[in-house]
């Protein structure tokens, strides 16, 4: 989209964090491996999912959706952090902050209602096992993704269109160290009400709405798995949703502490480094450590990864054996 009235302001620097250049030779190798471990991590997710049989299910569907938001929310935000952190500050052209911001904001809305699906999904597979596979099945797979991007995309165009028509005459500086709505919206001239006040608005479809259909499913499942007889039975069950729980609490407990609780400038970039940084790392490490299914997939697949090794080195060396057999 082009913007009409943002010639005054063509580029903007992001000041990251300040005063941390001496702990650079530390913090950019640390960001480079947390970068490449969670795009590594997540499509090992991918990959066990789509090549194992017994992972083609609803539950391991909605985790591939996961592990692909994690890998998009990575790397928008960790590449344009490093030079960050190796120069104290990065300049960038102002359409590629707001190109940041609205990759940031559909991956992060995209999570709320996709986890809210997950838990859907293991209220029916707890709560109503009988009827699991009438209600989730492939199509309702499909349907809940395709619906949940249509409304993403939607609520895209609600603030990319007013944000395309405001005047950015304002410092060019953004104090963070990625192109969140606040900061943008500092650097503007012209009345920002109304986008704001559809930000508060949105926050009800996507995160309140969503955070309580999570309590209410999480609480009958709760009293489900209460009503088994059995420690063993409980823990069974209870090990079939720990890892979304796991996943959950993280997630949402640092939104809400971020935007619900007042912060100071140094705080919120702290917080906001945990949900764009580190939870996307901790998800894929949450589901492999604590799923038997996952672990399973893994070692078959590499078996037949070392099986193809061995096989591919026996051929390459047996004319070598022929000739001096």
């Known amino acids: 989209m082009q ?4 010639s005054q302001v063509t580029e903007i620097f992001l000041l990251g964090f300040q005063n941390v250049q001496r702990f650079s030779v530390l913090i950019f190798p640390l960001l480079l491996m947390t970068f490449c471990l969670t795009v590594c991590g997540n499509l090992l997710i991918i990959l066990l999912v789509f090549s194992s049989r017994s992972l083609h299910s609803p539950m391991y569907f909605f985790l591939t959706q996961l592990s692909l938001l994690d890998i998009l929310l990575t790397t928008n935000i960790i590449p344009n952090m490093l030079p960050i952190v190796l120069y104290e500050g990065r300049s960038m ?20 209602l996709l986890l809210t699906v997950m838990s859907y999904d293991r209220y029916q597979a707890i709560c109503n096992p009988l009827h699991y596979t009438t209600v989730i099945d492939i199509q309702f797979c499909l349907k809940a ?9 939607c609520m895209i165009l609600m603030f990319a269109i007013p944000m395309g028509q405001y005047e950015y005459c304002g410092d060019n500086v953004i104090d963070h ?10 650097l503007s001239c012209s009345d920002t009400s109304l986008i704001k006040i559809e930000s508060m608005i949105l926050v009800i479809p996507i995160v ?3 955070f309580t259909v999570i309590i209410v ?7 489900t798995i209460l009503k088994i007889p059995s420690v ?5 069950t209870f090990s079939t949703c720990s890892s979304h729980l796991a996943v959950v609490c993280i997630f949402y407990g640092t939104i809400i502490s971020m935007y619900l609780f007042p912060n100071t400038e140094d705080v919120k970039k702290i917080v906001s480094l945990l949900y764009t940084v580190v939870t996307p790392i901790l998800n894929p490490i949450t589901y492999s450590l604590g799923n038997r299914d996952i ?3 893994f070692r078959k697949l590499m078996g037949k990864f070392l099986t193809a090794l061995q096989m591919s080195w026996l051929k390459s060396q047996s004319p070598f054996f022929i000739k001096y057999r």
Request: hydrophobic share 55%; net charge negative.
């Open 295 to 297: 672990k399973q997939a």
């Open 217 to 223: 499913s999480y609480a009958y499942i709760i009293f």
């Open 177 to 186: 160290f990625f192109c969140d709505l606040d900061p943008i919206l500092e």
């Open 3 to 6: 913007l009409k009235n943002a």
């Open 232 to 236: 063993s039975g409980r823990q069974k």
């Open 93 to 112: 052209p102002f359409i590629g902050c707001l190109i940041q911001f609205f990759l940031f904001f559909a991956v992060e809305a995209l999570e709320c």
């Open 208 to 210: 309140l709405c969503p």
């Open 145 to 153: 993704i395709s619906f949940i991007w249509l409304i993403i995309f």
